[in-house]
């Protein structure tokens, strides 16, 4: 008989969206004429911008010639996109990222659990909570966690609490920590970092000789000028954190699969001898050891993303998101609801009324609304009593969803 990984054996409950899934399929398998507006996850709704699709279009056609074909490509992405991200992303915003510093992939959710595979099984580990489930799910699955407690947290983590007790802003780790995650513009929260937050967790980092996994994602949903877009705006980040970047939500690549990891040469860690190693170097290893890149026309697709007419049209689609979230926001707050988020990300972060449990408020919804959002708890524990709701929709559904929530409140 051959052994399993037992690790997975912790993962106490099926892992969220799942679940989301395997409720909603019952209710619609029961109810077969109920029409579900669907607010969970945040898949998006919009198609790929022309410029994208022409810019596919042409790298299909340069496959389908001899001159012109491309076999392998660079497991490390093009040069061409490459470069653009550096400029457009990093360059533009002051922040010093070099192209060879970038790693194309097919999405950052997976980079995310990916890079556990270059970092030692000592490290102490800390999340936000609420969090984005992969983070720790990927590290119980790698054996960094003990069991799960009946909150749902796992022995091991480091779990730092982010509710309106403390207006949405961590604190910093009593104790030393190695691997600190941060998402922001926050999933599932909506709420976002400024330079002064960011510099504080960056100072924290050179102290401790830690290193933030720093989730970017949602960057291009940010509003205020204010705010920064990348922690390498922030003076000495380089040393100490990893940026994960997506073109999921930014330019609706959730189907076409495309993002990037930065890496910076600066950052280092440790060898049990004491030797400080290069992470980039161990990254660029495990990602042409494990990793074939991403196609070519994906690629060509997403470079021009950063053309004139590709910043304009999916602009045009954030734009559009980032109204439906202020349909929502504002609707939700004339109910009387507590709302949070949905100003520069896409999602709405709300306290779920009458002191309900965030998978009784679902329930209740789905039922009696027929519609579909995220319970709160399935990001942690501090998400508990807390709903999130996405705008990645039509303009008419998002409408129709605050109708709904209009009658059962």
Not at 9 to 23: D, H, Q, S
Not at 183 to 193: D, H, I, L
């Amino acid at each position: 008989m051959t052994y399993i990984n037992e690790h997975y054996l912790k993962l106490a409950a099926g892992y969220l969206f799942p679940e989301i899934g395997r409720r909603v399929k019952a209710f619609c398998d029961a109810n077969p004429s109920a029409n579900v507006i669907r607010m969970g996850i945040g898949d998006v709704t919009e198609p790929l911008a022309p410029a994208v699709t022409q810019a596919m279009h042409a790298a299909v056609d340069e496959l389908a010639v001899r001159s012109s074909f491309k076999g392998y490509g660079p497991e490390q992405g093009y040069d061409f996109l490459r470069e653009a991200i550096a400029k457009n992303d990093y360059h533009a915003r002051g922040a010093e990222v070099d192209a060879d510093e970038i790693f194309v992939s097919d999405g950052s959710k997976c980079d995310s659990g990916n890079i556990l595979d270059i970092f030692g099984e000592d490290n102490v580990i800390a999340v936000l909570d609420p969090v984005y489930p992969v983070y720790v799910d990927t590290n119980v699955m790698a054996g960094h966690t003990g069991p799960a407690d009946a909150s749902g947290r796992y022995g091991g983590l480091v779990y730092l609490p982010v509710t309106a007790d403390n207006d949405f802003v961590p604190e910093l780790p009593k104790q030393k920590v190695d691997l600190i995650y941060l998402c922001y513009p926050n999933n599932p929260t909506g709420v976002v970092a400024t330079k002064e937050m960011l510099k504080r967790w960056v100072e924290y980092a050179q102290r401790n000789g830690s290193v933030i996994l720093y989730d970017a994602a949602y960057e291009a949903f940010i509003t205020d000028p204010a705010i920064p877009h990348s922690i390498y705006e922030i003076d000495g980040a380089r040393e100490v954190a990893i940026e994960f970047r997506s073109f999921s939500k930014t330019a609706g690549f959730t189907g076409a699969r495309c993002a990037f990891t930065v890496i910076p040469t600066d950052l280092k860690g440790k060898a049990r001898d004491g030797r400080e190693i290069s992470i980039h170097s161990l990254w660029n290893r495990r990602h042409c050891t494990k990793f074939n890149g991403v196609s070519y026309p994906v690629q060509r697709g997403a470079a021009a993303i950063y053309s004139p007419e590709g910043k304009r049209q999916v602009q045009e689609t954030i734009d559009f998101y980032l109204a439906n979230a202020r349909v929502v926001r504002e609707a939700l707050t004339k109910l009387g609801l507590q709302v949070y988020g949905g100003v520069n990300a896409p999602y709405v972060w709300l306290k779920t009324p009458g002191n309900l449990s965030s998978w009784d408020f679902f329930d209740r919804l789905l039922h009696e609304a027929h519609l579909v959002g995220t319970p709160g708890s399935g990001f942690g524990a501090c998400g508990e009593g807390y709903f999130r709701l996405s705008a990645f929709n039509s303009r008419a559904n998002v409408e129709a969803a605050v109708r709904r929530f209009a009658k059962i409140l």
